[in-house]
């Protein structure tokens, strides 16, 4: 099992720039697979970002694209969302996910996919 902790959320004017940390225990964290999900009040949870158990292979959300980057240190145990170019429309609450894999390259894209999940850091965008 691994246990995912949250880290790096705040207020951040539009334009803005933030960096979200997600540790995660346990000595098995390379065997993960880890994604960014946000939820917004009254919205379903939404895919941000993924990235594979190696860290080689990574994919967006169409309206993060170009503006979020995940990255992932293994030896660490911790990965990254760093955020630039804020916008309102990016306020939530942002999780962690993991999920175990075999593969070096898979992603995981929905919510349902992932078996651990951290408690959430709030991103507020303000104009």
């Known amino acids: 099992q691994v246990q995912l902790v949250e880290s790096g959320g705040g207020l951040v004017q539009a334009g803005g720039s933030l960096r979200l940390s997600c540790a995660a225990s346990?000595?098995?964290?390379?065997?993960?697979?880890m994604g960014w999900f946000r939820q917004a009040p009254g919205k379903e949870r939404e895919f941000v970002a993924a990235?594979?158990?190696?860290?080689?292979?990574?994919d967006y959300a169409d309206s993060v694209r170009g503006r979020f980057t995940i990255s992932r240190d293994n030896a660490k145990n911790t990965v990254f969302l760093q955020m630039n170019g804020l916008k309102p429309e990016d306020t939530g609450v942002y999780f962690c996910?993991?999920?175990?894999?075999?593969?070096?390259?898979?992603?995981?894209?929905?919510?349902?996919?992932?078996?651990?999940w951290g408690q959430g850091t709030q991103v507020t965008v303000s104009l």
């Open positions: 996910a993991a999920q175990w894999t075999l593969s070096s390259g898979t992603l995981y894209y929905g919510p349902l996919e992932y078996n651990y």
């Open positions: 346990g000595r098995t964290f390379s065997s993960y697979a």
């Open positions: 990235i594979s158990r190696s860290g080689y292979t990574t």
